[in-house]
T-cell receptor, first 110, second 114 residues
Framework: ELKVEQNPLFLSMQEGKNYTIYCNYS?????LYWYRQDPGKSLESLFV?????AVKQEGRLMASLDTKARLSTLHITAAVHDLSATYFC??????????FGTGTSLTVIP | KAGVTQTPRYLIKTRGQQVTLSCSPI?????VSWYQQTPGQGLQFLFE???????NKGNFPGRFSGRQFSNSRSEMNVSTLELGDSALYLC?????????????FGPGTRLTVT
């Protein structure tokens, strides 16, 4: 079974700082997804990464994929309070079954 | 386009009862997946339906079942409810033919078993 690990599980950061969330997975996949979840809400799609070396950016968030290392990163630049949420990565197998990481709970402190 | 809708949004049931949750995918999406989210286990895949057929199944007991109708709407059923079934149940729909297989999530059904 495909395993997905995220770290850190909890992240408290000051506004204006930069940080990176890591997502490692256990078997080959070329499809990786990042989602955001606010408390009590559903999952919102952030990025879809489909090939080795893929990099996507939206505002203060940038995601990248290294399929050889089985690693994706979500980089946060100059964090603001609105980014406080839980972030999940998910990897899809060839059968289109999604495996989610444990999530990273991000709190941005003013 | 309307998003994924799920009904009911909240549900309280007693141990031993059964429950049926409903999911209407985004128009044109033929794949529907179900997930259980709990604080302890995180997001776990239940099953996926495509064109009325179960295409994938996660590691859940047979008390959890589902089906999909010809209009792509899906239902999941949990029989003989246990306290541990208390969770947020999320449905996601996915388009076919785009290559991304991106999943779009509904708001979820919060099930509480007492």
């Amino acid at each position: 079974e495909l395993k997905v690990e995220q770290n850190p599980l909890f992240l408290s950061m000051q506004e204006g700082k930069n940080y990176t969330i890591y997502c490692n997975y256990s078997t080959t996949s070329d499809r990786l997804y990042w989602y955001r979840q606010d408390p009590g809400k559903s999952l919102e799609s952030l990025f879809v990464l489909l090939s080795n070396g893929a990099v996507k950016q939206e505002g203060r968030l940038m995601a990248s994929l290294d399929t050889k290392a089985r690693l994706s990163t979500l980089h946060i630049t100059a964090a603001v309070h609105d980014l406080s949420a839980t972030y999940f990565c998910a990897v899809a197998n060839t059968g289109n079954q999604f495996y989610f990481g444990t999530g990273t709970s991000l709190t941005v402190i003013p | 386009k309307a998003g994924v809708t799920q009904t009911p949004r909240y549900l309280i049931k007693t141990r031993g009862q059964q429950v049926t949750l409903s999911c209407s995918p985004i128009s044109g999406h033929r794949s529907v997946s179900w997930y259980q989210q709990t604080p302890g286990q995180g997001l776990q895949f239940l099953f996926e339906y495509f064109s009325e057929t179960q295409r994938n199944k996660g590691n859940f007991p047979g008390r959890f079942s589902g089906r999909q109708f010809s209009n792509s709407r899906s239902e999941m059923n949990v029989s003989t409810l246990e306290l541990g079934d208390s969770a947020l149940y999320l449905c996601a729909s996915s388009p076919t033919g785009t290559g991304t297989y991106e999943q779009y999530f509904g708001p979820g059904t919060r099930l509480t078993v007492t």
